[in-house]
């Protein structure tokens, strides 16, 4: 059964320090991986996807199919990055999604 | 383009009330999702549409329904509802299913009392 563990429920970094927030899947086939992101009062929207390994507001995601892992990066946090990270694993018609890592990026 | 739109925004019951949430796309998308979203959880599937016509249970179906009306519209119904059913509630929409990009609606926050 395919499954999605972000360890993390919260993450508190300083601003202009990097952030790594951590995603790790099951699944038996060729996973699909997306991140995505909810700030405040703000609707949950995609941040980015492996397949297209674009780096989106700074951050990059790789996929580790050996360590099945897909962790978020970003060198330098930004205040505007504090959010709800979601990640995500596509099969068929659905998204499986991780329980998600609140970031919080202090001043 | 409004998206996807949700009503109501706010909404409490009673125990054994009984309710239907509304959802809306105008992106004419083939697929849409309702989901919840409960701290410490993550969003869960309740139930989704791959396409008009066609609905299937997601990963926790138990004590709602749904309707896809048409093309744009995906309802979900609580016929009786319970506490553990206070929840956000998400609908979502993608241009078909998969790998596919989903967009969101604002949500529903409805309170079983």
């Known amino acids: 059964a395919q499954r999605v563990t972000q360890p993390e429920k919260l993450l508190s970094v300083f601003k202009g320090a990097p952030v790594e927030l951590k995603c790790n899947y099951s699944y038996s086939g060729s996973p699909e991986l997306f991140w995505y992101v909810q700030y405040s009062r703000q609707r949950l929207q995609l941040l980015l996807r492996h397949i297209s390994r674009e780096s989106i507001k700074g951050f990059t995601a790789d996929l580790n199919k050996g360590e099945t892992s897909f962790h978020l990066k970003k060198p330098f946090a930004q205040e505007e990055d504090s959010a709800m990270y979601y990640c995500a694993l596509a099969n068929d018609y659905k998204l499986s999604f991780g329980a998600g890592t609140t970031v919080t990026v202090r001043a | 383009n409004a998206g996807v739109t949700q009503t109501p925004k706010f909404q409490v019951l009673k125990t054994g009330q009984s309710m239907t949430l509304q959802c809306a796309q105008d992106m004419n998308h083939n697929s849409m999702y309702w989901y919840r979203q409960d701290p410490g959880m993550g969003l869960r599937l309740i139930y989704y549409?791959?396409?008009?016509?066609?609905?299937d249970k997601g990963e926790v179906p138990n004590g709602y329904n749904v309707s896809r009306l048409n093309k744009r519209e995906f309802s979900l119904r609580l016929e009786s509802a319970a506490p553990s059913q206070t929840s956000v509630y998400f609908c979502?929409?993608?241009?078909?299913?998969?790998?596919?990009?989903?967009?969101f609606g604002p949500g529903t926050r409805l309170t079983v009392l």
């Open positions: 979502a929409s993608s241009l078909a299913g998969g790998p596919n990009e989903q967009f």
């Open positions: 549409s791959a396409s008009e016509g066609t609905t």
